[in-house]
Nanobody, 122 residues
Framework: VQLQASGGGLVQAGASLRLSCAASGRTFSMYAMGWFRQAPGKEREFVGSINWGGSTTFYADSVKGRFIISRDNRKNTVYLQMNSLKPEDTAVYYC????????????????WGQGTQVTVSS
């Protein structure tokens, strides 16, 4: 599956953004999907993930209660709604697809999008 992330931008602290990740192919609904991010000088980290049907989600503690991951299998798209953004959320955000039921580990994700930049100013 090929992935294309979009929706990043420059916002002020406290604002909201919604990232989208469009997938190609007819097997999107067979994949668990995840969002990861990488800040400058830091390793890539898990943000959130969702199983194929949307019934199970995981979040990193740092975003729990602020970010919501969802998917629309009819549109082959997964979303990351980011609310109450903080400067420490500044990073390149990547979407990824996994053949597992759902995961928060990078090694379970075999397909990655190109990333979209999110910058949160204070």
């Amino acid at each position: 599956v090929q992935l294309q992330a979009s929706g990043g931008g420059l916002v002020q602290a406290g604002a909201s953004l919604r990232l989208s990740c469009a997938a190609s192919g007819r097997t999107f609904s067979m994949y668990a999907m995840g969002w990861f991010r990488q800040a400058p000088g830091k390793e890539r980290e898990f943000v959130g993930s969702i199983n194929w049907g949307g019934s199970t989600t995981f979040y990193a503690d740092s975003v729990k209660g602020r970010f919501i991951i969802s998917r629309d299998n009819r549109k082959n798209t997964v979303y990351l709604q980011m609310n109450s953004l903080k400067p420490e959320d500044t990073a390149v955000y990547y979407c990824a697809a996994s053949r597992t039921y759902v995961s928060k580990f990078e090694y379970d994700f075999g397909s990655w999008g190109q990333g979209t930049q999110v910058t949160v100013s204070s």
